[in-house]
């Protein structure tokens, strides 16, 4: 598996999750410049870019998480970010990262549930 998410679980509403995710067999001269997103598929809906980030950081959100998702990464590590607060119940879904154009073949994601 080239991308590993983790870190989802079940939340209350106004909770917050840090996502987690590695690109584990991309090597690092490929995975530094490449930008690098967090989608997210909910029930019976389809899979939605919520946040970008470039390889030197700039980074970019939809409407629906602005404000209330960070996303990072840590080339060094191979590592990149979705911390998520304000949690709501429209943001259970299925959590996946890939690069910005979903090339990279898909990982299992994580579960996020915010439920009360």
């Known amino acids: 598996v080239q991308l590993q998410a983790s870190g989802g679980g079940l939340v209350q509403p106004g909770g917050s999750l840090r996502l987690s995710c590695k690109a584990s067999?991309?090597?690092?001269?490929?995975?530094?410049?490449?930008?690098m997103g967090w989608y997210r598929q909910g029930p019976e809906k389809q899979r939605e870019l919520v946040a970008h980030?470039?390889?030197?950081?700039?980074?970019n959100y939809a409407d629906s998480v602005k404000g209330r998702f960070t996303i990072s990464r840590d080339n060094s590590r191979k590592m990149v970010y979705l911390q998520m607060t304000d949690l709501k119940p429209e943001d259970t879904a299925v959590y996946y990262c890939?690069?910005?154009?979903?090339?990279?073949?898909w990982g299992q994601g994580t579960q996020v549930t915010v439920s009360s």
């Open positions: 890939n690069d910005d154009h979903g090339r990279v073949p």
């Open positions: 067999r991309m090597i690092t001269s490929v995975f530094n410049p490449k930008t």
């Open positions: 980030i470039s390889g030197s950081g700039s980074t």
